[in-house]
């Protein structure tokens, strides 16, 4: 056993009971994903809204590469924002960002993240660009790195 594993199996720290009780993720959750891992992300990927239905959730035919929810194609800016505001949840908070110096902090609710990513989104089709265009995005980790990623995220396979 190697030192970086010897330490992550000794040395890792649980996180305090109070976090755990509201935590997402159960012993339940990865006990499911354990006894059938194909059914546990099957599950996982109907969460999501699909433009078309995956056929296949893991094609290994080719090993060692690996085909993920083959068939399927959805929109990930859809999915990450637009179907929270559907749903209602357009004033949740979607974004809290801290910056630097301490204080600088901005929040982003849903409804306005999906405005961001539009206006984005149309800057990009008024440039010209077009699904298949390849865009670089070097920004620092502020929100509008966020919204450039989303405004760029085409309907297209999973």
């Known amino acids: 056993m190697d030192a970086i594993t010897e330490f992550v199996l000794h040395e890792s720290v649980s996180p305090p009971a109070e976090f755990a009780e509201h935590a997402n993720a159960t012993a339940g959750l990865y006990a499911r994903a354990e006894a059938d891992r194909l059914a546990f992300w099957a599950e996982q990927a109907h969460r999501l809204s699909w433009d078309a239905p995956f056929t296949d959730v893991l094609d290994w035919s080719q090993a060692p590469f690996a085909k993920w929810f083959v068939g399927g194609t959805l929109n990930v800016a859809y999915n990450c924002v637009d179907r929270h505001v559907e749903a209602g949840s357009g004033d949740r908070v979607a974004i ?63």
């Open 96 to 158: 809290h960002w801290e910056g630097e110096p301490v204080g600088d902090n901005r929040t982003l609710t849903y409804a306005q993240l999906k405005d961001e990513v539009c206006r984005a989104a149309n800057a990009l089709a008024d440039l010209g660009l077009a699904a298949g265009d390849r865009v670089a995005i070097y920004m620092p980790m502020v929100p509008e790195a966020i919204v450039a990623m989303l405004a760029c995220a085409p309907r297209g396979r999973a």
